[in-house]
């Protein structure tokens, strides 16, 4: 079965410090992968998503950068955080329409 | 722009209390609508996709339908252990093989003995 693995869980950083989330999926190849952030009070906002090696397309013009360098691996980077970086971060992949989340990340920008 | 509108944005139940949640939705041409549970701190769970207005999925104590400016969530005699906040998402169609669901702010549910 397909499995989804985000860390870390929680992070705290400094505004202007660089930022590295990874997520890595199990079970399946050349899956179609995504990072959303869920903000309070806000829906789920698609950031990113790929659908194969190198392949990364933005949805939202922002402080914030996402690679993947393997089939299964998917990356969010900042290079200076902002405190409005600060949210749930969740990595997702798909299977005919459906996402699969993690766990989430949750970052707070101080 | 596609919009999501869930409602109401916080509901209390009794256990047994039945009750809906709402999601009204505009977008060009659905793909898709979906509903996912989401518990504190963790990520969506997925529990159904209704495809065209009149289809209706069950799991459980939920039942989800599809009209075509809303969807429902019905809960039927609810549990404890059935609060969560869900979440209500579309899909349009012509998104290729990328799943870009817009999502709504869902909708708080607390379920008391």
């Known amino acids: 079965s397909q499995t989804i693995h985000q860390w870390p869980a929680t992070l705290v950083q400094p505004v202007g410090s660089p930022l590295s989330l990874e997520c890595t999926v199990e079970?399946?190849?050349?899956?179609?992968l995504y990072w959303y952030r869920q903000a309070a009070g806000r829906g789920l906002q698609l950031l990113f998503y790929?659908?194969?090696?190198?392949?990364i397309s933005s949805e939202v013009p922002q402080n914030l950068s996402a690679s993947r360098p393997q089939d299964r691996q998917f990356i969010l980077s900042s290079k200076k955080l902002l405190l409005s970086d600060s949210g749930f971060y969740l990595c997702a992949w798909s299977l005919r329409e459906k996402l699969f989340f993690g766990s989430g990340t949750q970052l707070s920008v101080l | 722009e596609d919009q999501v509108t869930q409602s109401p944005e916080a509901l209390r139940l009794q256990e047994g209390e039945s009750s809906s949640l709402n999601c009204s939705y505009t977008v060009s041409g659905l793909r898709g609508l979906f509903w996912y549970r989401q518990d504190p701190g963790k990520g969506p769970e997925f529990l159904f996709t209704l495809y065209s207005a009149g289809e209706e999925k069950e799991k459980e104590r939920l039942k989800a339908t599809l009209t075509k400016k809303e969807s429902f969530l019905h809960i039927t005699a609810p549990k404890p252990e059935d609060s969560a906040t869900y979440l209500c998402a579309v899909q349009e169609g012509n998104t290729g093989t990328a799943s870009k669901l817009t999502f709504g702010t869902g909708t708080r549910l607390q379920v008391t003995l």
């Open positions: 079970g399946t190849s050349n899956p179609n």
């Open positions: 790929s659908v194969g090696i190198g392949q």
